[in-house]
């Protein structure tokens, strides 16, 4: 790749991005992928890359790419991080607050962010498709897409503790959740610990990162929706629940998820941040502490 690359570091509630301003270097799918997976000049891991553009019918296209090159899904907080990008450096003036519409792995998103975007809400279809489920281990889940594929399993069916979910072994536990016969494209496997209130605690083993993460925007979404919509049913213990629901990830950030029946949608809200270099790596290395 001869084109000279120009990026910046953000992140969204812990999970760490590489966001490219693709407007003027157009760079092809193919291009991000080769820098994601062995161009990116840094010895430690993002959670993906992002790419920006302009659209001639929203008011961005943002490409998004997991570590390993793969690409085609959603990512809750990458889109977050992107909406700020766009705020900060395709507007003048930038607004104190205002609507941002995109399209993201083929579909069309709203987005509201307030603060000049330090915090952004995405707004997706409530019709999102949950399927009750029995892993080959006999545990009770349930399968979700919401732009991407994700399970919701409930740990008290394995732990008894908050303690004990914190110890818990997620990558022995989810490697082969994530790479199951019934998931053909691959899947996230999400563990809930449910806390007090309308609080759930999570923790996500990323499909194209292949390792626990600081947080998972659809992850987070997902689990809001199942617990949400069928909290008591097929392992997923304690509720009622009812929007809005805190999800507490990885990084100790809170994600919000809520709904709004007027536009039949829900929605993802949380902060979004730059980053210089020096501040990613240390936020990774906080991350990879957190996750011991």
Same mark, same amino acid.
């Given at each position: ?98 609507? #941002?519409?995109?399209? @993201?792995?083929?579909?069309?998103? +709203?987005? !509201? /962010?307030?603060? *000049?975007?330090? %915090? ?31 399970? #919701?399993?409930?740990? @008290?069916?394995?732990?008894?503790? +908050?303690? !004990? /979910?914190?110890? *818990?072994?997620? %990558? ?121």
């Amino acid at each position: 790749m001869n084109k000279p690359m120009h990026y910046s570091f953000m992140h969204g509630t812990g999970n760490i991005f590489c966001v490219i301003d693709n407007r003027e270097q157009q760079l092809s799918v193919d291009e991000l992928s080769v820098f994601i997976v062995s161009g990116l000049p840094i010895d430690w891991n993002v959670d993906g890359l992002i790419a920006l553009r302009d659209s001639d019918t929203y008011d961005m296209e943002v490409d998004f790419l997991n570590p390993d090159g793969s690409h085609g899904a959603m990512c809750g907080n990458g889109a977050r991080c992107a909406v700020k990008f766009y705020v900060q450096h395709f507007l003048n003036p930038i607004p104190h607050y205002g609507d #941002v519409s995109f399209s @993201m792995a083929g579909t069309e998103y +709203e987005a !509201e /962010f307030v603060d *000049f975007g330090n %915090h952004v809400t995405i707004y997706f279809p409530e019709t999102q498709s949950i399927t009750p489920i029995t892993l080959p281990n006999a545990l009770e889940a349930f399968y979700i897409e919401n732009g991407a594929d994700h399970v #919701v399993i409930d740990a @008290m069916q394995y732990v008894s503790n +908050e303690r !004990e /979910f914190e110890e *818990f072994d997620l %990558h022995s536990f989810a490697k082969p959740i994530r790479h199951a016969e019934q998931f053909p494209r691959g899947a996230n496997v999400n563990l809930v610990f449910p806390k007090e209130g309308n609080r759930l605690r999570i923790r996500t083993f990323e499909r194209g990162v292949e390792r626990e993460t600081a947080a998972c925007g659809t992850g987070a979404l997902a689990v809001g929706f199942a617990y949400a919509s069928k909290s008591g049913q097929n392992g997923l213990s304690g509720g009622p629940y009812m929007y809005p629901i805190e999800i507490e990830v990885c990084s100790g950030e809170i994600l919000l998820i809520h709904s709004k029946k007027r536009i039949d949608s829900i929605s993802l809200s949380g902060p979004a941040e730059f980053l210089t270099e020096q501040e990613a790596y240390e936020l990774f290395l906080m991350n990879q502490k957190r996750m011991q």
